[in-house]
């Protein structure tokens, strides 16, 4: 094999393609499709609550394609961090959506699925005998938090992909795992260089990011050879330069020419990137290095409190002035017409777009909007106490008589009826760290199967 | 008198994004050589600037680094709060690159 081909569809599986690029696409031959489906972006809610990002519908409408095209190529498929967030619920949302269509279409795969979940009493036993190492600027775990933490789960990387790949696996539904992963096992199974491998699943993962102009929403090929790979959009509106492959290379990480994942140490310090055709791009000169000890990143997030949140927009010029003053007493005023309540079990947040909005205390700006949109925000222990808040906010600062007013009907432009908005539970990270493991596949146990004829596979290659 | 131009001008990509859900990092990447260097070279993209930027102290700086083969800075810093926790303002972490814009560069 002097070339493997890896067809990246899209940068997360269900924001869709043009179905013309994916057959471009496939008429290249690729060896291999593989798509990533989660990530840490959309912040902790997706793990915490087990629910995805992207909708059934069109996570549906991707996997029809991706799944037929894979099966007349008789090529394998590799899904990586299914669901969005690679927990247990993630993957078997997936699953479904895959034995649908696996049913309607008449198609046979072997199907493995690796799991990513990390048992509570797993990471407790790190944490007492000191072996949770928390990623940098996180807090130490407590264990009030492990306790009430949900959906733990590790990034895999490449070892229990090519691991099913060994065992005959055609499609591969995996739970959280790193996000080059997905993209480099096949190609390391193969005995490609893993530094390139890794470095080219770096730039796949995110589809058409890399070129210009740059989408996730449209597909990406990746030719992988002996010293070098090559990246090529597959819609002839975007092309991929040296600048949008370089720069999407340090994309997202911390630092722009080290990158750390679970087993190895990518040094891309001495990368070369040079202009192959007029729209695409060659890359050689990625290094790795294998670090004595394998680690795993795990995550994990907990839900915190409940929030229900008002939208609304203020126009008045004297309200604009008085808008810090009047933030401060409607707080005074809602403290102290439930004084029976205790203060510290409830919490009402502003964001004042037009001013800050954005950037909230790291705003340089002193600039301010003719008008303001205003989110007010309560949170607290129940939903029912953050909708009293809330209603209770909302209703001070609607009436308020600030100094100097003339508008006195009524200080807030509500964007709906009605106009306070139960938003349900709030949740944040409370594992973002690394551990020690001897063997890289010991937390990612497989499973096989027939999803045509439903049953449950043996651990054998037939 | 110096010559300025903002850094926003001579910049082909000024962008920001989390980089895990605690950290958030900068880019700032040139298409032209000569740009690059000019930036690099003028030494005014430093952590007292940064911290003075964004209201923060060095100890909050993961880094600044210069990376030749993408002619690119990248700088990474702490983010006020973990993505989407209780006031998170930005969850993707997309819009922070903002105080960069104004930077000016004698050229």
Same mark, same amino acid.
């Not at chain 1, 009436?399 to 938003?423: C, M, Q, V, W």
């Given at each position: +094999?002097?070339?493997? =081909?890896?067809?990246?569809?899209?940068?997360?599986?269900?924001?869709?393609?043009?179905? !013309?690029?994916?057959?471009?696409?496939?008429?290249?031959?690729?060896?291999?499709?593989?798509?990533?489906?989660?990530?840490?972006?959309?912040?902790?809610?997706?793990?915490?609550?087990?629910?995805?990002?992207?909708?059934?519908?069109?996570?549906?409408?991707?996997?029809?394609?991706? *799944?037929?095209?894979?099966?007349?190529?008789?090529?394998?498929?590799?899904?990586?961090?299914?669901?969005?967030?690679?927990?247990?619920?993630?993957?078997?949302?997936? +699953?479904?959506?895959?034995?649908?269509?696996?049913?309607?279409?008449?198609?046979? /795969? =072997?199907?493995?699925?690796?799991?990513?979940?990390? !048992?509570?009493?797993?990471?407790?036993? @790190?944490?007492?005998?000191?072996?949770?190492?928390?990623?940098?600027?996180?807090?130490?775990?407590?264990?009030?938090?492990?306790?009430?933490?949900?959906?733990?789960?590790?990034? +895999?990387?490449?070892?229990?992909?090519?691991?099913? *790949?060994?065992?005959?696996?055609?499609?591969?539904?995996?739970?959280?795992?790193?996000?080059?992963?997905?993209?480099?096992? #096949?190609?390391?199974?193969?005995?490609?260089?893993?530094?390139?491998?890794?470095?080219?699943?770096?730039?796949?993962?995110?589809?058409?990011?890399?070129?210009?102009?740059?989408?996730?929403?449209?597909?990406?090929?990746?030719?992988?050879?002996?010293?070098?790979?090559?990246?090529?959009?597959?819609?002839?509106? @975007?092309?991929?330069?040296?600048?949008?492959?370089?720069?999407?290379?340090?994309?997202?990480?911390?630092?722009? #020419?080290?990158?750390?994942?679970?087993?190895? =140490?990518?040094?891309?310090? !001495?990368?070369?990137?040079?202009? #192959?055709?007029?729209?695409?791009?060659?890359?050689?000169?990625?290094?790795?290095?294998?670090?004595?000890?394998?680690?795993?990143?795990?995550?994990?997030?907990?839900?915190?409190?409940? @929030?229900?949140?008002?939208?609304?927009?203020?126009?008045?010029?004297?309200?604009?002035?008085?808008?810090?003053?009047?933030?401060?007493?409607?707080?005074?005023?809602?403290?102290?017409?439930?004084?029976?309540?205790?203060?510290?079990?409830?919490?009402?947040?502003?964001?004042?777009?037009?001013?800050?909005?954005? +950037?909230?205390?790291?705003?340089?700006? =002193?600039?301010?909007?003719?008008?303001?949109?205003?989110?007010?925000?309560?949170?607290?222990?129940?939903?029912?106490?953050?909708?009293?808040?809330?209603?209770?906010?909302?209703?001070?600062?609607?009436?308020?008589?600030?100094?100097? @007013?003339?508008?006195?009907?009524?200080?807030?432009?509500?964007?709906?009826?009605?106009?306070?908005?139960?938003?349900?539970?709030?949740?944040?990270?409370? *594992?973002?760290?690394?551990?020690?493991?001897?063997?890289?596949?010991?937390? /990612?146990?497989?499973?096989? /199967?027939?999803?045509?004829?439903?049953?449950? *596979?043996?651990?054998?290659?037939? | 008198?110096?010559?300025?131009?903002?850094?926003?001008?001579?910049?082909?990509?000024?962008?920001?994004?989390?980089?895990?859900?605690?950290?958030?990092?900068?880019?700032?990447?040139?298409?032209?050589?000569?740009?690059?260097?000019?930036?690099?070279?003028?030494?005014?993209?430093?952590?007292?600037?940064?911290?003075?930027?964004?209201?923060?102290?060095?100890?909050?700086?993961?880094?600044?680094?210069?990376?030749?083969? &993408?002619?690119?800075?990248?700088?990474?810093?702490?983010?006020?709060?973990?993505?989407?926790?209780?006031?998170?303002?930005?969850?993707?972490? &997309?819009?922070?690159? &903002?105080?960069?814009?104004?930077?000016?560069?004698?050229?």
């Amino acid at each position: +094999m002097i070339e493997i =081909k890896i067809l990246s569809p899209c940068g997360i599986l269900g924001y869709g393609f043009p179905k !013309e690029s994916f057959q471009r696409g496939l008429e290249k031959k690729p060896d291999v499709i593989a798509v990533d489906a989660g990530s840490t972006d959309a912040g902790p809610h997706k793990l915490g609550a087990g629910v995805g990002i992207v909708s059934k519908r069109a996570v549906k409408k991707d996997l029809e394609l991706i *799944l037929a095209g894979g099966f007349d190529l008789k090529i394998p498929i590799i899904i990586g961090s299914a669901g969005g967030a690679g927990a247990k619920k993630h993957v078997e949302w997936t +699953m479904e959506i895959i034995e649908e269509i696996i049913q309607e279409k008449k198609l046979f /795969f =072997k199907t493995a699925v690796i799991h990513a979940d990390i !048992e509570k009493e797993y990471v407790r036993n @790190r944490l007492e005998t000191n072996n949770l190492f928390p990623m940098k600027f996180v807090p130490q775990l407590t264990e009030n938090d492990l306790e009430k933490t949900n959906n733990i789960v590790g990034q +895999m990387g490449v070892e229990p992909i090519i691991e099913a *790949l060994e065992n005959g696996a055609q499609l591969i539904v995996a739970g959280r795992a790193y996000d080059p992963s997905a993209f480099a096992a #096949y190609p390391i199974l193969k005995g490609f260089d893993p530094a390139l491998a890794y470095h080219l699943g770096k730039i796949l993962e995110c589809g058409a990011l890399c070129a210009e102009p740059g989408t996730t929403k449209d597909c990406i090929i990746g030719h992988l050879r002996k010293d070098h790979f090559i990246v090529e959009a597959l819609n002839p509106i @975007r092309k991929c330069y040296t600048t949008s492959v370089a720069g999407h290379t340090l994309y997202e990480k911390d630092h722009p #020419y080290i990158l750390h994942g679970p087993g190895i =140490k990518l040094d891309l310090s !001495e990368c070369k990137f040079e202009q #192959y055709s007029d729209s695409t791009v060659k890359v050689s000169g990625s290094e790795i290095e294998f670090p004595k000890q394998y680690t795993i990143k795990l995550e994990g997030a907990v839900k915190v409190a409940y @929030r229900t949140l008002v939208i609304a927009g203020i126009r008045d010029p004297i309200m604009i002035e008085n808008i810090e003053d009047i933030k401060e007493e409607v707080i005074n005023q809602v403290q102290n017409y439930f004084d029976e309540i205790p203060t510290d079990e409830y919490q009402i947040i502003y964001h004042v777009y037009g001013k800050n909005g954005v +950037m909230g205390i790291r705003e340089p700006s =002193k600039q301010i909007s003719h008008e303001l949109g205003i989110v007010i925000e309560a949170i607290a222990s129940t939903q029912e106490l953050a909708n009293t808040i809330c209603s209770a906010a909302r209703s001070t600062m609607l009436h308020y008589g600030y100094e100097g @007013r003339k508008s006195t009907a009524g200080n807030l432009a509500f964007l709906y009826s009605p106009s306070d908005i139960e938003f349900g539970p709030v949740y944040k990270f409370t *594992l973002y760290h690394l551990i020690n493991v001897d063997d890289p596949k010991e937390l /990612f146990p497989i499973e096989y /199967f027939d999803l045509f004829n439903k049953e449950e *596979l043996k651990n054998d290659s037939n | 008198m110096i010559q300025t131009k903002s850094l926003y001008s001579l910049a082909k990509v000024l962008r920001s994004k989390n980089s895990g859900p605690f950290e958030l990092t900068i880019d700032i990447i040139f298409d032209k050589e000569e740009n690059y260097r000019v930036v690099k070279n003028s030494g005014i993209i430093t952590n007292e600037l940064i911290c003075k930027l964004y209201n923060i102290s060095v100890e909050e700086i993961s880094g600044i680094i210069f990376y030749e083969p &993408a002619m690119a800075i990248k700088i990474t810093m702490k983010r006020p709060i973990d993505s989407g926790s209780i006031g998170d303002t930005d969850v993707y972490g &997309a819009q922070q690159h &903002a105080p960069l814009i104004e930077i000016q560069i004698p050229v």
